[in-house]
Protein backbone atom coordinates (compact mmCIF):
# COMPACT_ATOMS: atom_id res chain seq x y z
CA UNK A 1 0.00 0.00 0.00
CA UNK A 2 1.40 3.58 -0.90
CA UNK A 3 2.23 6.07 1.83
CA UNK A 4 0.91 9.46 1.99
CA UNK A 5 3.61 12.25 3.12
CA UNK A 6 2.78 14.03 5.64
CA UNK A 7 5.34 16.90 7.60
CA UNK A 8 3.07 15.59 10.90
CA UNK A 9 -0.39 13.95 11.68
CA UNK A 10 -2.41 15.15 14.76
CA UNK A 11 -4.00 12.41 16.75
CA UNK A 12 -7.00 13.93 18.49
CA UNK A 13 -9.81 16.68 17.16
CA UNK A 14 -10.40 18.28 20.95
CA UNK A 15 -9.49 21.76 21.27
CA UNK A 16 -5.61 20.67 21.71
CA UNK A 17 -5.20 18.95 18.49
CA UNK A 18 -7.48 21.20 16.23
CA UNK A 19 -5.77 23.95 17.89
CA UNK A 20 -2.05 22.26 16.80
CA UNK A 21 -3.97 21.07 12.96
CA UNK A 22 -4.64 24.87 12.24
CA UNK A 23 -1.63 26.45 13.09
CA UNK A 24 0.60 23.87 11.45
CA UNK A 25 -1.45 24.47 8.54
CA UNK A 26 -1.33 28.06 8.94
CA UNK A 27 2.71 27.67 8.85
CA UNK A 28 2.52 25.66 5.46
CA UNK A 29 3.36 22.38 7.07
CA UNK A 30 1.55 18.97 5.28
CA UNK A 31 -0.49 17.81 8.31
CA UNK A 32 -3.26 15.36 8.76
CA UNK A 33 -5.61 14.93 11.87
CA UNK A 34 -6.94 11.82 12.73
CA UNK A 35 -9.71 11.76 15.23
CA UNK A 36 -11.57 8.27 16.43
CA UNK A 37 -15.10 9.90 16.74
CA UNK A 38 -16.42 13.08 16.15
CA UNK A 39 -14.58 16.58 17.07
CA UNK A 40 -14.72 17.67 20.63
CA UNK A 41 -15.78 14.32 21.81
CA UNK A 42 -13.62 14.19 24.28
CA UNK A 43 -13.10 16.40 27.05
CA UNK A 44 -13.92 19.35 25.21
CA UNK A 45 -17.34 18.72 24.21
CA UNK A 46 -17.85 17.78 28.19
CA UNK A 47 -16.46 20.68 29.34
CA UNK A 48 -18.04 23.94 30.93
CA UNK A 49 -17.80 25.88 27.82
CA UNK A 50 -16.41 28.65 30.02
CA UNK A 51 -14.05 30.88 27.68
CA UNK A 52 -12.02 31.47 31.31
CA UNK A 53 -10.66 35.00 32.54
CA UNK A 54 -7.72 34.21 34.77
CA UNK A 55 -9.92 35.29 37.41
CA UNK A 56 -10.22 31.60 39.17
CA UNK A 57 -6.73 31.61 39.09
CA UNK A 58 -4.81 35.08 40.22
CA UNK A 59 -4.37 33.90 43.81
CA UNK A 60 -3.34 29.91 43.49
CA UNK A 61 -1.82 29.80 39.85
CA UNK A 62 -0.75 33.81 38.48
CA UNK A 63 1.01 32.41 35.33
CA UNK A 64 -2.04 30.03 34.35
CA UNK A 65 -4.33 33.50 35.39
CA UNK A 66 -2.32 35.81 32.78
CA UNK A 67 -2.36 32.81 30.33
CA UNK A 68 -6.04 32.42 30.43
CA UNK A 69 -7.06 36.07 30.46
CA UNK A 70 -4.26 36.74 27.39
CA UNK A 71 -6.06 34.16 25.25
CA UNK A 72 -9.45 35.14 26.00
CA UNK A 73 -8.44 38.47 25.05
CA UNK A 74 -7.19 36.99 22.12
CA UNK A 75 -10.72 34.73 21.35
CA UNK A 76 -12.58 37.51 21.91
CA UNK A 77 -10.85 39.17 18.74
CA UNK A 78 -10.13 36.24 16.15
CA UNK A 79 -13.52 34.28 17.03
CA UNK A 80 -16.19 37.04 18.31
CA UNK A 81 -19.14 34.76 16.71
CA UNK A 82 -18.48 31.55 18.78
CA UNK A 83 -18.91 34.15 22.04
CA UNK A 84 -22.30 34.26 23.63
CA UNK A 85 -24.35 35.03 26.64
CA UNK A 86 -22.90 37.79 28.93
CA UNK A 87 -19.75 38.26 31.04
CA UNK A 88 -19.66 36.10 34.54
CA UNK A 89 -20.60 37.83 37.92
CA UNK A 90 -18.59 36.87 40.64
CA UNK A 91 -19.81 36.82 44.46
CA UNK A 92 -17.61 36.88 47.52
CA UNK A 93 -18.27 36.68 51.06
CA UNK A 94 -14.81 36.04 52.36
CA UNK A 95 -12.91 39.70 52.71
CA UNK A 96 -9.73 38.20 52.81
CA UNK A 97 -9.95 35.71 50.16
CA UNK A 98 -12.00 38.76 48.03
CA UNK A 99 -8.69 41.18 48.85
CA UNK A 100 -6.30 39.14 48.20
CA UNK A 101 -7.61 38.15 44.33
CA UNK A 102 -8.73 41.37 43.80
CA UNK A 103 -5.14 42.76 44.62
CA UNK A 104 -3.64 39.94 42.14
CA UNK A 105 -6.04 40.48 39.92
CA UNK A 106 -5.24 44.18 39.12
CA UNK A 107 -1.27 43.21 39.46
CA UNK A 108 -2.17 40.47 36.88
CA UNK A 109 -4.17 42.64 34.38
CA UNK A 110 -7.30 40.21 34.66
CA UNK A 111 -10.30 41.85 34.88
CA UNK A 112 -12.18 41.74 38.07
CA UNK A 113 -14.44 45.03 37.79
CA UNK A 114 -15.99 45.63 41.47
CA UNK A 115 -20.09 46.17 40.79
CA UNK A 116 -22.75 48.22 43.21
CA UNK A 117 -24.20 44.73 45.78
CA UNK A 118 -27.79 46.13 45.20
CA UNK A 119 -27.72 46.33 41.63
CA UNK A 120 -26.43 42.61 41.20
CA UNK A 121 -29.17 41.88 43.99
CA UNK A 122 -31.91 44.04 41.97
CA UNK A 123 -30.90 42.01 38.53
CA UNK A 124 -30.50 38.36 40.18
CA UNK A 125 -33.38 38.57 42.96
CA UNK A 126 -32.67 34.60 43.50
CA UNK A 127 -28.92 34.95 44.60
CA UNK A 128 -28.11 34.08 48.39
CA UNK A 129 -27.89 36.88 51.14
CA UNK A 130 -25.22 37.85 52.58
CA UNK A 131 -22.61 38.39 49.63
CA UNK A 132 -19.82 41.18 50.53
CA UNK A 133 -18.61 42.04 46.99
CA UNK A 134 -19.67 41.48 43.57
CA UNK A 135 -17.15 41.57 40.63
CA UNK A 136 -17.41 41.70 36.60
CA UNK A 137 -14.96 38.95 34.98
CA UNK A 138 -14.33 38.27 31.64
CA UNK A 139 -15.62 34.85 31.73
CA UNK A 140 -17.93 33.61 28.99
CA UNK A 141 -19.41 31.03 26.48
CA UNK A 142 -17.65 30.10 24.01
CA UNK A 143 -19.11 27.32 21.62
CA UNK A 144 -16.58 24.19 21.97
CA UNK A 145 -17.17 22.14 19.52
CA UNK A 146 -17.77 25.21 16.99
CA UNK A 147 -13.90 26.08 18.12
CA UNK A 148 -12.75 22.75 16.98
CA UNK A 149 -14.80 22.92 13.95
CA UNK A 150 -13.67 26.05 12.29
CA UNK A 151 -9.60 25.39 13.48
CA UNK A 152 -9.94 22.92 11.31
CA UNK A 153 -11.61 24.19 8.47
CA UNK A 154 -9.35 27.37 8.60
CA UNK A 155 -6.65 24.36 8.72
CA UNK A 156 -8.28 22.39 5.43
CA UNK A 157 -8.54 25.56 3.62
CA UNK A 158 -4.86 26.46 3.76
CA UNK A 159 -3.74 22.56 3.13
CA UNK A 160 -5.88 22.57 0.10
CA UNK A 161 -4.29 25.89 -1.09
CA UNK A 162 -0.68 25.06 -0.37
CA UNK A 163 -0.89 21.21 -0.97
CA UNK A 164 -3.31 20.37 -3.50
CA UNK A 165 -4.82 17.22 -3.28
CA UNK A 166 -4.20 16.20 0.54
CA UNK A 167 -7.37 14.96 2.28
CA UNK A 168 -5.98 15.89 5.92
CA UNK A 169 -9.03 15.40 8.07
CA UNK A 170 -9.51 11.44 8.94
CA UNK A 171 -12.76 11.24 11.17
CA UNK A 172 -14.03 8.15 12.79
CA UNK A 173 -10.52 6.37 12.80
CA UNK A 174 -7.74 5.83 15.23
CA UNK A 175 -4.44 4.39 15.17
CA UNK A 176 -3.74 0.77 14.55
CA UNK A 177 -0.32 0.52 14.30
CA UNK A 178 2.66 3.46 14.35
CA UNK A 179 6.16 2.05 13.87
CA UNK A 180 9.58 4.13 14.27
CA UNK A 181 12.29 3.44 11.21
CA UNK A 182 15.47 4.19 10.60
CA UNK A 183 16.19 8.18 10.47
CA UNK A 184 13.21 9.57 12.46
CA UNK A 185 10.40 8.17 9.97
CA UNK A 186 7.39 6.67 11.63
CA UNK A 187 4.80 4.82 9.76
CA UNK A 188 1.19 5.14 10.95
CA UNK A 189 -1.35 2.65 9.96
CA UNK A 190 -5.27 3.50 10.64
CA UNK A 191 -8.22 1.19 11.04
CA UNK A 192 -9.38 2.32 7.66
CA UNK A 193 -6.42 1.34 6.23
CA UNK A 194 -5.23 4.64 5.22
CA UNK A 195 -1.16 4.62 5.69
CA UNK A 196 0.97 7.78 6.14
CA UNK A 197 5.04 8.27 6.59
CA UNK A 198 5.57 11.55 8.80
CA UNK A 199 8.19 13.08 10.84
CA UNK A 200 6.28 13.89 13.59
CA UNK A 201 3.29 12.95 15.82
CA UNK A 202 1.03 14.97 18.18
CA UNK A 203 -0.38 13.31 20.42
CA UNK A 204 -3.76 15.17 21.35
CA UNK A 205 -5.94 12.68 22.92
CA UNK A 206 -6.02 14.25 26.10
CA UNK A 207 -6.67 11.40 28.87
CA UNK A 208 -5.86 9.09 26.27
CA UNK A 209 -2.89 10.01 25.85
CA UNK A 210 -0.77 6.84 26.87
CA UNK A 211 -3.22 4.49 24.16
CA UNK A 212 -1.28 6.68 21.15
CA UNK A 213 2.35 6.37 22.81
CA UNK A 214 1.56 2.55 24.32
CA UNK A 215 2.23 1.95 20.72
CA UNK A 216 5.71 3.06 20.69
CA UNK A 217 6.34 0.72 23.77
CA UNK A 218 6.14 4.04 25.79
CA UNK A 219 4.20 5.82 28.41
CA UNK A 220 4.00 8.93 31.02
CA UNK A 221 3.06 8.81 34.27
CA UNK A 222 -0.65 10.01 33.61
CA UNK A 223 -3.39 10.40 36.90
CA UNK A 224 -6.98 10.37 36.08
CA UNK A 225 -9.55 13.25 37.36
CA UNK A 226 -13.11 13.48 36.68
CA UNK A 227 -15.40 16.41 36.67
CA UNK A 228 -18.81 16.07 36.50
CA UNK A 229 -21.74 18.90 35.38
CA UNK A 230 -25.37 19.15 36.03
CA UNK A 231 -28.16 20.68 33.72
CA UNK A 232 -31.00 22.41 35.26
CA UNK A 233 -33.53 25.02 33.67
CA UNK A 234 -31.55 28.10 34.95
CA UNK A 235 -32.80 30.90 37.70
CA UNK A 236 -30.58 33.93 35.55
CA UNK A 237 -29.86 35.17 32.23
CA UNK A 238 -26.11 35.35 33.71
CA UNK A 239 -22.96 33.00 33.86
CA UNK A 240 -22.83 33.16 38.50
CA UNK A 241 -19.35 31.96 40.22
CA UNK A 242 -18.22 31.81 43.74
CA UNK A 243 -15.08 34.11 44.44
CA UNK A 244 -13.57 32.14 46.51
CA UNK A 245 -10.54 29.67 46.81
CA UNK A 246 -10.83 26.96 44.13
CA UNK A 247 -12.59 24.43 44.53
CA UNK A 248 -15.44 22.23 43.51
CA UNK A 249 -18.98 23.30 42.76
CA UNK A 250 -18.44 27.32 42.35
CA UNK A 251 -19.23 27.62 38.76
CA UNK A 252 -23.09 28.22 37.46
CA UNK A 253 -22.91 28.80 33.94
CA UNK A 254 -25.88 29.62 31.65
CA UNK A 255 -26.31 28.62 28.11
CA UNK A 256 -29.32 29.20 26.34
CA UNK A 257 -31.62 29.13 29.44
CA UNK A 258 -30.30 26.25 30.78
CA UNK A 259 -27.80 26.38 33.80
CA UNK A 260 -24.91 23.91 34.29
CA UNK A 261 -23.46 23.58 37.65
CA UNK A 262 -19.93 22.39 38.12
CA UNK A 263 -17.48 20.62 38.72
CA UNK A 264 -16.90 17.71 41.05
CA UNK A 265 -13.40 16.36 41.09
CA UNK A 266 -12.73 12.77 41.40
CA UNK A 267 -10.09 10.53 41.02
CA UNK A 268 -10.10 7.39 38.72
CA UNK A 269 -8.52 4.69 37.28
CA UNK A 270 -8.67 4.58 33.74
CA UNK A 271 -10.51 7.61 31.25
CA UNK A 272 -12.83 4.38 30.16
CA UNK A 273 -14.42 4.32 33.71
CA UNK A 274 -15.68 8.23 33.89
CA UNK A 275 -19.38 8.12 34.54
CA UNK A 276 -21.06 10.74 37.24
CA UNK A 277 -20.80 10.24 40.74
CA UNK A 278 -23.39 8.74 42.66
CA UNK A 279 -23.69 11.44 45.13
CA UNK A 280 -22.61 14.23 42.49
CA UNK A 281 -26.48 15.62 42.02
CA UNK A 282 -26.92 16.16 45.47
CA UNK A 283 -22.83 17.83 46.09
CA UNK A 284 -23.76 20.26 42.95
CA UNK A 285 -26.40 21.18 44.04
CA UNK A 286 -25.52 21.55 47.85
CA UNK A 287 -22.11 23.75 46.97
CA UNK A 288 -24.08 25.97 44.30
CA UNK A 289 -26.99 26.55 47.20
CA UNK A 290 -24.75 29.14 48.62
CA UNK A 291 -24.61 31.11 45.18
CA UNK A 292 -28.54 30.43 44.39
CA UNK A 293 -30.61 28.52 46.98
CA UNK A 294 -33.33 27.95 44.38
CA UNK A 295 -30.96 25.56 42.59
CA UNK A 296 -31.70 22.19 45.03
CA UNK A 297 -35.00 22.07 44.18
CA UNK A 298 -34.89 22.30 40.54
CA UNK A 299 -34.91 19.00 38.47
CA UNK A 300 -32.04 17.48 37.13
CA UNK A 301 -32.22 17.44 33.35
CA UNK A 302 -28.96 15.60 33.28
CA UNK A 303 -25.23 15.14 33.77
CA UNK A 304 -22.57 14.60 31.96
CA UNK A 305 -18.48 13.98 32.85
CA UNK A 306 -15.01 15.20 31.61
CA UNK A 307 -11.94 13.76 32.35
CA UNK A 308 -8.56 15.96 33.40
CA UNK A 309 -5.28 14.13 32.60
CA UNK A 310 -2.92 14.83 34.99
CA UNK A 311 0.63 14.42 34.30
CA UNK A 312 2.98 14.65 37.25
CA UNK A 313 6.22 15.50 34.77
CA UNK A 314 7.75 12.35 35.15
CA UNK A 315 8.10 9.26 32.35
CA UNK A 316 7.45 5.69 32.30
CA UNK A 317 10.58 5.66 29.43
CA UNK A 318 13.48 8.35 30.55
CA UNK A 319 13.55 11.60 30.60
CA UNK A 320 11.17 13.24 28.46
CA UNK A 321 11.43 17.56 27.82
CA UNK A 322 8.67 19.05 29.56
CA UNK A 323 7.51 22.67 28.70
CA UNK A 324 4.68 25.11 30.96
CA UNK A 325 3.38 24.82 33.94
CA UNK A 326 -0.31 23.59 33.59
CA UNK A 327 0.04 22.28 30.46
CA UNK A 328 2.88 19.98 29.02
CA UNK A 329 4.41 18.95 26.03
CA UNK A 330 6.47 16.46 26.32
CA UNK A 331 8.50 15.21 23.21
CA UNK A 332 9.71 11.49 23.90
CA UNK A 333 10.68 9.58 21.82
CA UNK A 334 12.08 12.39 19.71
CA UNK A 335 9.46 13.83 16.65
CA UNK A 336 6.66 12.48 18.94
CA UNK A 337 4.97 15.13 21.10
CA UNK A 338 2.01 14.47 23.77
CA UNK A 339 0.01 17.95 24.79
CA UNK A 340 -1.69 17.43 27.82
CA UNK A 341 -3.19 19.62 30.49
CA UNK A 342 -4.40 23.18 30.35
CA UNK A 343 -7.81 24.54 29.54
CA UNK A 344 -9.62 24.74 26.68
CA UNK A 345 -9.01 28.36 26.69
CA UNK A 346 -5.70 28.21 26.32
CA UNK A 347 -5.61 25.21 23.75
CA UNK A 348 -4.27 27.78 20.98
CA UNK A 349 -1.31 29.10 22.92
CA UNK A 350 -0.50 25.56 24.06
CA UNK A 351 -0.94 24.73 20.08
CA UNK A 352 1.81 27.96 19.56
CA UNK A 353 4.32 26.53 21.82
CA UNK A 354 3.89 22.40 20.53
CA UNK A 355 4.56 24.03 16.90
CA UNK A 356 7.63 26.42 17.74
CA UNK A 357 9.35 23.37 18.98
CA UNK A 358 8.20 21.23 15.80
CA UNK A 359 9.01 24.45 13.38
CA UNK A 360 12.45 24.57 15.06
CA UNK A 361 13.17 20.65 14.54
CA UNK A 362 12.13 20.75 11.06
CA UNK A 363 13.50 24.02 9.92
CA UNK A 364 10.64 26.09 9.35
CA UNK A 365 11.44 29.58 10.19
CA UNK A 366 7.27 30.63 9.69
CA UNK A 367 5.75 32.19 12.34
CA UNK A 368 2.89 31.69 14.37
CA UNK A 369 -0.14 34.15 13.18
CA UNK A 370 -2.67 31.75 14.90
CA UNK A 371 -3.17 34.85 17.28
CA UNK A 372 -4.11 37.30 14.68
CA UNK A 373 -5.72 35.28 12.04
CA UNK A 374 -9.65 35.32 12.63
CA UNK A 375 -11.37 32.15 12.64
CA UNK A 376 -14.33 31.34 9.96
CA UNK A 377 -17.92 31.30 10.75
CA UNK A 378 -19.29 27.59 11.24
CA UNK A 379 -22.16 25.93 9.83
C1 LIG B 1 -15.69 18.94 33.79
C2 LIG B 1 -14.71 19.81 33.09
C3 LIG B 1 -15.05 21.11 32.77
C4 LIG B 1 -14.14 21.93 32.11
N1 LIG B 1 -14.52 23.20 31.81
C5 LIG B 1 -13.66 24.01 31.14
C6 LIG B 1 -14.06 25.32 30.77
O1 LIG B 1 -15.19 25.74 31.02
N2 LIG B 1 -13.16 26.10 30.14
C7 LIG B 1 -11.91 25.66 29.81
O2 LIG B 1 -11.14 26.44 29.24
N3 LIG B 1 -11.51 24.40 30.13
C8 LIG B 1 -12.36 23.57 30.76
N4 LIG B 1 -11.98 22.29 31.09
C9 LIG B 1 -10.71 21.80 30.58
C10 LIG B 1 -10.87 21.47 29.07
O3 LIG B 1 -12.07 20.80 28.84
C11 LIG B 1 -9.70 20.63 28.58
O4 LIG B 1 -8.51 21.22 28.97
C12 LIG B 1 -9.71 20.53 27.06
O5 LIG B 1 -10.99 20.25 26.56
C13 LIG B 1 -8.74 19.43 26.62
O6 LIG B 1 -8.81 19.32 25.22
P1 LIG B 1 -7.97 18.21 24.48
O7 LIG B 1 -8.15 18.44 23.03
O8 LIG B 1 -6.57 18.21 25.01
O9 LIG B 1 -8.60 16.83 24.95
P2 LIG B 1 -9.97 16.17 24.46
O10 LIG B 1 -11.03 17.17 24.27
O11 LIG B 1 -10.27 15.06 25.41
O12 LIG B 1 -9.64 15.60 23.02
C14 LIG B 1 -8.98 14.39 22.81
C15 LIG B 1 -9.55 13.82 21.51
O13 LIG B 1 -8.78 12.71 21.11
C16 LIG B 1 -9.64 11.72 20.58
N5 LIG B 1 -8.92 10.44 20.70
C17 LIG B 1 -8.59 9.77 21.82
N6 LIG B 1 -7.88 8.66 21.52
C18 LIG B 1 -7.77 8.65 20.17
C19 LIG B 1 -7.15 7.76 19.26
N7 LIG B 1 -6.49 6.68 19.67
N8 LIG B 1 -7.23 8.02 17.93
C20 LIG B 1 -7.88 9.13 17.47
N9 LIG B 1 -8.49 10.00 18.30
C21 LIG B 1 -8.43 9.77 19.63
C22 LIG B 1 -10.90 11.82 21.43
O14 LIG B 1 -12.01 11.28 20.77
C23 LIG B 1 -10.99 13.33 21.65
O15 LIG B 1 -11.79 13.96 20.67
C24 LIG B 1 -12.86 21.44 31.76
C25 LIG B 1 -12.50 20.12 32.09
C26 LIG B 1 -13.42 19.32 32.74
C27 LIG B 1 -13.03 17.91 33.07
Not at 229 to 243: A, W
Amino acid sequence: MSKIIYDAIVVGGGATGTAVFRDLALRGFKVGLIERGDLGSGCTGNSHGNLVGGLRYVVKDPSVARECASENRILREIAPHLISGQDNYWLGRDDNYIRKALAAAKELDVVAELLNLEEVYREIPELALGFQVAVRSADINIDTTGMCRACLNQGLEKLSKNHFGLKGYYPNDTIATLDRREGGEFVVRTQRNWAFSTRTIVNATGAWANSVLELLNSGINLKYNQGTILVQESLSQRGLQLLEKPGDGQAYIVHNGKAWLGTTSTSISHPSEARPEDDAGEVLRGLLGKLLPGVEVRRTEKMFTGVRPLYDGSTEFGDGREVSRDFQIVEMPSGVYTVVGGKMTTARLMAEKTVDSIAQRLGNTEPCITDKVKLPEVK
